[in-house]
């Protein structure tokens, strides 16, 4: 079975500073990865997602996710936030053979001007 | 536009009252899923649905029902066996078939849910 775990439960950090939101995942197989965010009192939107291939991901809003195998790692990092980006951001594995993911249990960055 | 919606947005339940929940697509996606979101917990699977006429229970299924009668639309109906269901339920859809794992999922903008 694959799991998926958000180190941290919230993030602060401020306006124009660059911020990293972890995730690590275990599975006995090759894994599909995904960053999706939640704003306020919405549903999710995906962010980026790695499949296969480069290992580096660029998503929308500037963001952008290293997968690293060896570390079971997939980080999402952007390099100056600002204000706009204040949401919950979750994490999600899946493999080949399911029908569904699974989703970690959210990171929620705060920015502050 | 193509989408999901979902409502009503706000919904109150009286204890021992069954409330439905309604979720439509017109993105002509195959799969769709509710979740239930809790604070700090992420989002938990309680149904989903690859075709039309067939469902799976997900992880949390206990209190909850659905229905796939057609392809665009996908209820969940939250009865009074459900014990604790004041929550944020999000439905959402995907490419399902031949290989949905690596699609991604759509999701409509969620119904909060309070039990009086």
């Known amino acids: 079975a694959q799991s998926v775990t958000q180190l941290d439960s919230q993030v602060p950090v401020f306006e124009e500073a660059p911020v990293e939101l972890r995730c690590n995942y275990s599975s006995s197989v090759s894994v599909y990865l995904f960053w999706y965010v939640q704003y306020p009192n919405q549903g999710l939107q995906l962010l980026l997602k790695?499949?296969?291939?480069?290992?580096l991901v660029k998503g929308i809003n500037g963001f952008e996710a290293e997968f690293n195998k060896s570390q079971t790692s997939f980080h999402l990092r952007k390099p100056s936030v600002h204000i706009s980006d204040t949401a919950e951001y979750f994490c999600?594995?899946?493999?080949?053979?399911?029908?569904?993911?699974?989703f970690g249990s959210g990171t929620r960055l705060s920015i502050r001007p | 536009d193509g989408g999901i919606t979902q409502s009503p947005k706000y919904l109150f339940r009286k204890e021992g009252q069954n409330v439905t929940l309604s979720c439509e697509q017109n993105l002509n996606h195959d799969a769709m899923y509710w979740y239930r979101q809790d604070p700090g917990q992420g989002l938990r699977l309680i149904y989903y649905?690859?075709?039309?006429?067939?469902?799976q229970k997900g992880d949390i299924a206990e209190g909850y029902s659905v229905s796939r009668e057609k392809k665009e639309s996908f209820p969940l109906t939250v009865t009074s066996a459900q014990k604790n269901p004041t929550a944020f339920y999000l439905c959402?859809?995907?490419?399902?078939?031949?290989?949905?794992?690596?699609?991604?999922?759509?999701f409509g903008p969620g119904t909060r849910l309070t039990v009086l």
């Open positions: 959402a859809s995907t490419f399902d078939w031949p290989a949905g794992a690596y699609n991604e999922q759509f």
């Open positions: 790695y499949l296969s291939g480069s290992t």
């Open positions: 999600a594995v899946s493999v080949r053979s399911a029908s569904k993911i699974i």
């Open positions: 649905s690859q075709i039309v006429n067939d469902f």
